[in-house]
């Protein structure tokens, strides 16, 4: 585990780096354009190119490239160097081409992932947003596969730093639009050159994160050349070993399609109560994911394929109990506390400029109800690398495909059974909901797998770890109570003293009480910080 814990601390730093800056980021975002029409149009351009990337190759990296790239390391005469430029040099070619390809579908995917009418004036601008953001893809999809590339060499550091550098360019063009703007966040106001300085700034953001992560490929030894030599690169290979967690990927991004019909339906009949809480909602809840789980399991996916290769199965449920143990360490508390400090979060993240406090509440609400699905969700996408580790994509597929149906069907019955102004708030339950059903299933056919995952042991450890994060979930709502009481209705000053009292007193508290009932995982990194602190 101290392995692991080490690998997942340095991932983690340069992820809370970025994680931090992309807060800030999403902070001047709802300054500048709001949380109304404006802000679901750019959402609504925002989208299409991480979905796209999703079904292209993000979806199949972690399953398929990085298995791939470690076997080719491990066989190949020459380490893998020919197999990576090889793959480097079609993901180039064939990203630039959808890219292209893309911007000119532009109208068609706006209409796809959303409510609103063509000619409409979100409509309109949404299209236009999503031509200037959609060229992206390219760079997006070359710093991917560099990332992935990095990781198998166990140079983790740049592909978690480079997002850093990402979000300061986007704050920096972000701010310019507030300076240079005249409407802001009134969609009817914005002018054809706003539209072009907030897209194309976007894009620049990811431009830069691509650079980053090339260069850090050069210095790790990485040779650049073009391979042209497609039969060498194993593409029926990862075809038939890919063609199974595309099919996930559809499925999950046909429920992204949905999610994104029925938020900008529910936005355009309450205003501020459409996919831009639902958005920005949905970012904060997987922000301690994205430091956490994300680093964790980075670092345990090389490590428990390799552990598959050589057929030590011990290895791969030691590797997949420390995983989950770990990241369920502090996933549960932080679970707790948004769903009792989620308004009080939003408020002092987004209630100013274009984006009112009330409207602010309103993502903060939503946030609340998407806290109950931190630890499942979290659980859910640690048990799919114990299949993406046995090169086994199909048996994802089929539980990503129930867990999206089941999320489906429960948005279907929030839209039309919940007024308005609740509907997101239902979409975020739904989510809940399903991925408790999916990681109850997914951990059922992994233990099938691997012939037993401890689930006593990880069951006996989350049991223990929310026993000790109760007194933290008391403090933060007696704060929420007694700041209230005292000082009225969430304000951007009560927000801050509910949150330092709730949150720091309340996670202060959690340590200490993790610490005292010995659950390892906490006590590792209680001792890891006061060791940093003492030097």
Same mark, same amino acid.
């Given at each position: 585990?101290?392995?692991?814990?080490?690998?997942?601390?340095?991932?983690?730093?340069?992820?809370?780096?970025?994680?931090?800056?992309?807060?800030?980021?999403?902070?001047?975002?709802?300054?500048?354009? &709001?949380?109304?029409?404006?802000?679901?149009?750019?959402?609504? !351009?925002?989208?299409?190119?991480?979905?796209?990337?999703?079904?292209?190759?993000?979806?199949?990296?972690?399953?398929?490239?990085?298995?791939?790239?470690?076997?080719?390391?491990?066989?190949?005469?020459?380490?893998?160097?020919?197999?990576?430029?090889?793959?480097?040099?079609?993901?180039?070619?064939?990203?630039?081409? +959808? !890219?292209?390809?893309? +911007?000119?579908?532009?109208?068609?995917?706006?209409?796809?992932?959303?409510?609103?009418?063509?000619?409409?004036?979100?409509?309109?601008?949404?299209?236009?947003?999503?031509?200037?953001?959609?060229?992206?893809?390219?760079?997006?999809?070359?710093?991917?596969?560099?990332?992935?590339?990095?990781?198998?060499?166990?140079?983790?550091?740049?592909?978690?730093?480079?997002?850093?550098?990402?979000?300061?360019?986007?704050?920096?063009?972000?701010?310019? #639009?507030?300076?240079?703007?005249?409407?802001?966040?009134?969609?009817?106001?914005? %002018?054809?050159?706003?539209?072009?300085?907030?897209?194309?700034?976007?894009?620049?953001?990811?431009?830069?994160?691509?650079?980053?992560?090339?260069?850090?490929?050069?210095?790790?030894?990485?040779?650049?050349?073009?391979?042209?030599?497609?039969?060498?690169?194993?593409?029926?290979?990862?075809?038939?070993?890919?063609?199974? %967690?595309?099919?996930?990927?559809?499925?999950?991004?046909?429920?992204?399609?949905?999610?994104?019909?029925?938020?900008?339906?529910?936005?355009?009949?309450?205003?501020?109560?459409?996919?831009?809480?639902?958005?920005?909602? =949905?970012?904060? =809840?997987?922000?301690?994911? &994205?430091?956490?789980?994300?680093?964790?399991?980075?670092?345990?996916?090389?490590?428990?394929?390799?552990?598959?290769?050589?057929?030590?199965?011990?290895? +791969?449920?030691?590797?997949?109990?420390? &995983?989950?143990?770990?990241?369920?360490?502090?996933?549960?508390?932080?679970?707790?506390?948004?769903?009792?400090?989620?308004?009080?979060?939003?408020?002092?993240?987004?209630?100013?400029?274009?984006?009112?406090?009330?409207?602010?509440?309103?993502?903060?609400?939503?946030?609340?109800?998407?806290?109950?699905?931190?630890?499942? =969700?979290?659980?859910?996408?640690?048990?799919?690398?114990?299949?993406y580790s046995f090169g086994d994509t199909r048996t994802?597929?089929?539980?990503?495909?129930?867990?999206?149906?089941?999320?489906?069907?429960?948005?279907?019955?929030?839209? #039309?059974?919940?007024?308005?102004?609740?509907?997101?708030?239902?979409?975020? =339950?739904?989510?809940?909901?399903?991925?408790?059903?999916?990681?109850?299933?997914?951990? %059922?056919?992994?233990?099938?797998?691997?012939?037993?995952?401890?689930?006593?042991?990880?069951?006996?450890?989350?049991?223990r770890m929310y026993i000790a994060a109760l007194p933290t979930a008391v403090v933060a709502l007696g704060a929420?109570?007694?700041?209230?009481?005292?000082?009225?209705?969430?304000?951007?000053?009560?927000?801050?003293?509910?949150?330092?009292?709730?949150?720091?007193? &309340?996670?202060?508290?959690?340590?200490?009480?993790?610490?005292?009932?010995?659950?390892?995982?906490?006590?590792?990194?209680?001792?890891?910080?006061?060791?940093?602190?003492?030097?």
């Amino acid at each position: 585990m101290s392995r692991m814990l080490r690998a997942s601390a340095i991932m983690a730093a340069g992820t809370m780096v970025s994680r931090v800056t992309g807060f800030v980021r999403t902070i001047i975002l709802a300054a500048a354009i &709001g949380t109304g029409l404006m802000g679901d149009a750019y959402q609504a !351009a925002y989208t299409i190119p991480y979905s796209i990337l999703d079904l292209l190759i993000l979806g199949v990296l972690s399953s398929v490239v990085v298995p791939m790239i470690v076997r080719a390391q491990q066989q190949d005469p020459d380490g893998g160097r020919a197999y990576e430029q090889r793959l480097l040099t079609i993901s180039t070619l064939a990203l630039t081409v +959808v !890219a292209v390809l893309s +911007v000119l579908a532009a109208p068609l995917l706006i209409d796809l992932y959303t409510n609103w009418r063509p000619g409409s004036r979100e409509f309109d601008v949404a299209v236009s947003l999503a031509r200037f953001i959609l060229p992206q893809l390219a760079f997006f999809g070359v710093g991917a596969i560099a990332g992935a590339i990095l990781n198998t060499r166990d140079r983790f550091a740049a592909p978690m730093w480079a997002p850093v550098l990402n979000n300061l360019v986007v704050i920096g063009v972000l701010l310019a #639009y507030i300076v240079v703007s005249t409407g802001r966040g009134d969609i009817s106001k914005v %002018t054809t050159s706003e539209l072009a300085l907030l897209g194309l700034g976007t894009t620049a953001g990811i431009v830069a994160q691509a650079l980053v992560l090339i260069v850090a490929l050069k210095r790790a030894g990485f040779s650049f050349r073009l391979r042209f030599d497609v039969r060498n690169a194993r593409l029926g290979e990862m075809g038939r070993a890919g063609i199974w %967690t595309i099919g996930y990927v559809v499925v999950t991004q046909l429920g992204l399609v949905l999610t994104t019909n029925l938020a900008t339906a529910a936005g355009a009949a309450v205003k501020d109560h459409g996919l831009t809480p639902y958005n920005f909602a =949905f970012q904060l =809840f997987q922000l301690p994911y &994205g430091i956490i789980g994300v680093s964790v399991i980075t670092a345990m996916l090389p490590r428990m394929s390799r552990a598959v290769g050589e057929g030590r199965l011990d290895d +791969v449920r030691s590797e997949f109990g420390s &995983g989950v143990r770990l990241v369920a360490s502090v996933m549960v508390p932080i679970s707790l506390l948004l769903m009792v400090l989620g308004p009080a979060i939003t408020v002092l993240i987004f209630g100013h400029g274009a984006s009112a406090p009330e409207n602010a509440v309103y993502i903060g609400n939503v946030l609340q109800v998407f806290g109950l699905a931190l630890v499942p =969700f979290s659980v859910f996408q640690l048990l799919l690398r114990v299949f993406y580790s046995f090169g086994d994509t199909r048996t994802p597929v089929f539980v990503g495909a129930g867990t999206t149906a089941v999320n489906a069907v429960l948005m279907l019955v929030a839209y #039309y059974t919940l007024p308005a102004a609740y509907v997101v708030m239902g979409l975020a =339950f739904a989510y809940a909901v399903a991925y408790a059903l999916g990681a109850i299933v997914a951990w %059922t056919l992994a233990s099938r797998r691997v012939q037993g995952l401890g689930g006593w042991a990880v069951g006996s450890a989350l049991t223990r770890m929310y026993i000790a994060a109760l007194p933290t979930a008391v403090v933060a709502l007696g704060a929420v109570w007694g700041v209230q009481e005292l000082f009225g209705a969430l304000s951007l000053v009560n927000s801050l003293i509910i949150l330092a009292v709730g949150g720091g007193l &309340g996670g202060a508290l959690y340590l200490v009480v993790a610490h005292r009932m010995r659950i390892p995982e906490v006590t590792s990194i209680v001792g890891m910080v006061a060791g940093r602190v003492g030097r």
